[in-house]
């Protein structure tokens, strides 16, 4: 069972977040498939221990007030099978480095320098318009890699979904192997996401949207 902080953290997304709301339209039956997200890697340090707290706000840990730091962002997006239905119930975790490109891990390279203020991970339930919402830090890169956040999915009865979002434009994307893996051009353009200034923010919060496209429709 998913806890009630999981489930309190949704209705306060649905019913609270304007912001959101563009990107959370539930779409029609397409006459296409959509293009299908690309499976990527898990990398080497999904958290090797789960932290207490693993609600969709990352910037702050528990009930400290101190938040995290990095450039405040809001992520949003759908998950959709093939014909572009959402999926409800589909649990969404993310994962990142911090501002100081650590993980939460503890093989990661840099771990003493990793901020304890920085959740690092989160979960998120989807509910009827297949939506989800975290609210993070923009990434940044380590050595090895580009800027990326790690993203799966999970559905009863069905093989986790993993894979990774890009920030477009970053110049590091060019040189980052798994990046490049991705073939397909249209594919890796549907990982490769904005992650523009929120409007009216007075902090210089980011927003993005990231739609993870499930290769199958709910009978297939």
């Given at each position: 069972?998913f806890?009630?902080?999981?489930?309190?953290?949704?209705?306060?997304?649905?019913g609270?977040?304007?912001?959101?709301?563009?990107?959370?339209?539930?779409?029609?039956?397409?006459?296409?498939?959509?293009?299908?997200?690309?499976?990527?890697?898990?990398?080497?340090?999904?958290?090797?221990?789960?932290?207490?707290?693993?609600?969709?706000?990352?910037?702050?840990?528990?009930?400290?007030?101190?938040?995290?730091?990095?450039?405040?962002?809001?992520?949003?997006g759908?998950?959709?099978?093939?014909?572009?239905n959402?999926?409800?119930?589909?649990?969404?975790?993310i994962?990142?480095?911090?501002?100081?490109?650590?993980?939460?891990?503890?093989?990661?390279?840099?771990?003493?320098?990793?901020?304890?203020?920085?959740?690092?991970?989160?979960?998120?339930?989807?509910?009827?318009?297949?939506?989800?919402?975290?609210?993070?830090?923009?990434?940044?890169?380590?050595?090895?890699?580009?800027?990326?956040?790690?993203?799966?999915?999970?559905?009863?009865?069905r093989?986790e979904?993993?894979?990774?979002?890009?920030?477009?434009?970053?110049?590091?994307?060019?040189?980052?192997?798994?990046?490049?893996?991705?073939?397909?051009?249209?594919?890796?353009?549907?990982?490769?996401?904005?992650?523009?200034?929120?409007?009216?923010?007075?902090?210089?919060?980011?927003?993005?949207?990231?739609?993870?496209?499930?290769?199958?429709?709910?009978e297939g």
């Amino acid at each position: 069972m998913f806890s009630s902080r999981l489930q309190l953290t949704r209705r306060t997304f649905c019913g609270g977040l304007a912001f959101t709301a563009a990107a959370l339209a539930t779409p029609g039956l397409m006459a296409e498939e959509l293009i299908r997200t690309p499976a990527q890697t898990e990398g080497p340090f999904y958290p090797d221990k789960l932290p207490l707290d693993t609600d969709n706000d990352l910037i702050i840990v528990n009930d400290q007030l101190t938040s995290a730091v990095g450039d405040i962002t809001h992520l949003t997006g759908r998950i959709l099978d093939a014909q572009g239905n959402p999926i409800r119930n589909a649990l969404v975790e993310i994962w990142q480095v911090d501002n100081n490109a650590a993980y939460l891990h503890t093989r990661s390279g840099n771990r003493d320098k990793y901020d304890s203020n920085f959740q690092g991970f989160g979960r998120f339930l989807t509910g009827s318009s297949g939506g989800y919402y975290f609210r993070t830090i923009k990434p940044v890169p380590y050595p090895g890699r580009t800027p990326h956040i790690h993203v799966k999915v999970k559905l009863k009865g069905r093989p986790e979904f993993i894979t990774q979002c890009y920030i477009k434009g970053h110049a590091g994307n060019e040189r980052d192997g798994i990046w490049r893996s991705i073939r397909d051009e249209q594919q890796r353009n549907s990982v490769t996401i904005d992650f523009a200034p929120l409007k009216n923010s007075k902090l210089g919060e980011l927003a993005a949207n990231f739609d993870v496209v499930l290769g199958y429709t709910p009978e297939g």
